[in-house]
């Protein structure tokens, strides 16, 4: 809970949202469900009254599983590493340790836990334009779409400027590969991103896109790539 990754992804989920995790055991056992206290897509904490907690050890691998209001029970392995006692409670502090193998679809309602306008988000140089390349998800002769223009950039989405002809291309495309590189960083970023919102900008459209964990390949690596230059370029 202590590294860079984890203060960057956690979230506290809102009041309205319901998240709740509890633990399992491999006769199928499990405790009841508790609130989460923050969520990221490596952990997850939550709080238990010192009358129902099973004392674990720090360090020790559990079942544990992770439920919202939209979204089924589902399982995954994770490891306790921390435990704070707090008046009356203990609050329990979980890693996923085989999160990656959650399906697609699992992964996709998941990742809707997390509200990724907090992460920090830079403005790009229109005087020094970086150029995206779109392509379909499908790859063929005819994948390649066009260019774009970026305009904004987090470890989580992206603005990009098309031209009308692009998105005429893409005016049923929900998800688009792309692939660009950023000055100083020796990396073709090779992503895959869903178009979230469409604007008229003028005689151009920009796009807000969210870059899709599930199926954009090396993404840790690619995302530390990510944050390393909005860090580098943030204007505090």
Do not use: C
């Amino acid at each position: 809970m202590q590294d860079e990754r984890r203060r960057v992804y956690r979230n506290q989920p809102k009041s309205s949202v319901l998240l709740q995790a509890r633990t399992k055991s491999p006769s199928g056992e499990t405790s009841p469900w508790y609130d989460a206290l923050d969520v990221s897509i490596r952990g997850i904490s939550f709080l238990i009254g010192k009358k129902d907690a099973t004392l674990l050890s720090v360090g020790q691998q559990v079942l544990l599983q992770v439920r919202t209001a939209n979204m089924d029970p589902v399982d995954v392995v994770a490891r306790l590493v921390s435990r704070v006692e707090e008046m009356g409670s203990q609050r329990y502090g979980f890693e996923f340790d085989e999160w990656e193998q959650l399906s697609r679809q699992e992964l996709s309602q998941f990742y809707r836990l997390f509200n990724r306008r907090r992460a920090p988000r830079i403005n790009l140089d229109p005087r020094n334009p970086i150029g995206i390349q779109f392509e379909t998800e499908a790859k063929s002769e005819d994948s390649e779409i066009g260019t774009g223009i970026l305009l904004d950039l987090s470890t989580h989405g992206l603005a990009v400027l098309v031209n009308p002809d692009v998105e005429e291309k893409l005016s049923n495309a929900e998800t688009v590969a792309i692939s660009f590189t950023l000055p100083g960083i020796n990396r073709v970023f090779r992503l895959s991103a869903q178009i979230r919102n469409r604007r008229l900008i003028k005689q151009s459209i920009s796009y807000g896109m969210e870059i899709d964990p599930v199926e954009t390949p090396n993404y840790i690596e690619q995302q530390n790539d990510l944050r390393n230059f909005v860090k580098q370029n943030q204007i505090e």
